[in-house]
């Protein structure tokens, strides 16, 4: 295997290894990540825009650094790009939105200032869906970069909202991207193409400096090629930020020597294959088959309670509320989607009475869950119910089939809980599929453990899309 | 004296109230937003009744009267 190939295969705990034997250095690795990114991730339209000065003169720091003997930890010299709603300096924030496509914002947001800490390079801003989906998008083409584009078969979208982070790690073009989640936007795009998402607990990674979508609902997190690397990725980006009064004080350490690799508690998600396409339902039950190795397995319910009402009147009212001069001002009237510029008015009509009892509903749904997911080290289920969607397919058609897995996904959110997507074998048309292991707050060591016991087990994660 | 609406439970310990109607929720909607042109009325109209279902749905879920919304208020220090 050639020398550049097998750096695009590589994990971050991979290519620190490398890097500190001598046998590549930052500045090569960012080079090829700046080569792959504006051809291949171009091709997927994954990227904004490539950050090449700042991003080789970090890379020629973090080299000179390992030479001097003065180590950063994991993420030292490893290349990485973040959603385009993460504030750089010097560099345009376009929120995935043509009328935001000018913006600059004065300071770098706290997530990107942890990863200058931890010595990762910043190389790129990557595409996302306009405003993060908030405007009620119904089809892949809802960015002004056009509809992000899965490696695995460009006439499949990547998922959204965090399109550009991850085509561009499954693309392989960069170690790890920071994407966002309101409700769905990390674990979906990480499914569609074929990355691990980690969706952390709310309130564990501080969102200074990223657009709000929904304020009670947003969290950042890594998509990366393994579930130990979003750990070290966590890891350096989970902290108290007096700048973002939801950020949690409870600390954060990944210890994946510490972590249990079996004797897991699990539960399954009952009928969580319903109306899935066939293989996904194949690929899941093998799943299953390979955790019984490492974990006993309980079939369950969820709490029956009003998931999707409650977050779908959260959502909309407080997208409502942050974007508020932006719709009534026509800023919507220059978005891609030709939905985007409509659907928003219709958030007008929620009281503060319905959305305060979405909120009291919300309270219980916390407690209930809590009490829940305490008896597993986790719930696991297909992320989706099959792969991702033609691009030129409304989700009306490809995407809404009733399903467990929406649910959960509304209750997981809501709760605030931390879930990890991993890739989990292919379907239709050479795309992934994917399992969600989703866990009880602040137990993010305890979905990572999960995954990673699994990804030492199957080989999915190690596939490399034939770009 | 207004009517009790349809659907509400007086009982402090499980609320349930009454949830707008579609049409109700248009109305506002074309209050604040006059004029739409009837296609964008109509190309609301389905996420008006998706929102009304959700609405009601919420609205039929009991409540005590002290159930707090979820996030709770944190007076403010700045030290």
Redesign the interface.
Known sequence: MAADEMLDRASVRELGRLLRAGETTSVALTRRALDRLDTIGRRLNAVVTLLPERALAAAQRADEELRAGVDRGPLHGIPYGVKDLIAVAGAPTTWGAGPLREQRLAEDATVVKRLDAAGAVLVAKLAMVELAGGM?YEQPNASFTGPGLSPWNPDAWSGGSSSGSGSAVGARAVPFAIGSETFGSIVTPSACCGVSGLRPTYGRVSRHGAMALCW?LDKLGPMCRTADDCGLVLDAIASHDPRDP?STTRPYHYIPEEQRQEGFRLAALRGATENAQPEAVANYAAALDTLRAVATIEEVELPDL?Y???I??IL?AEAASAFDGFIDGGGIAGLTAP?DR??P??N????A??Y?????????I?RDLDAFFARYDALVAPTLPGVAPPIDLPFGQALRRPNPAFALGAAGNLAGLPAISVPNGFGERGLPTAIQFVGRAYDENRVLAVANAYQRLTDWHTRVPPL | MPQPRPGADPNPQAQRAAAPSADMLAAHVQQVYAPLADNELAALRPLLDDLAGALATLAAFPLDNADEPMPFFIPYRAD
């Open positions: 009620g009670t939801t009003p999707g009402a409650a779908a009147v909309r939905e409509l659907r008015l219709s007008i009509a929620i009281s009475r319905d305060l009892r979405a909120q009291r509903i919300r309270t219980r916390c």
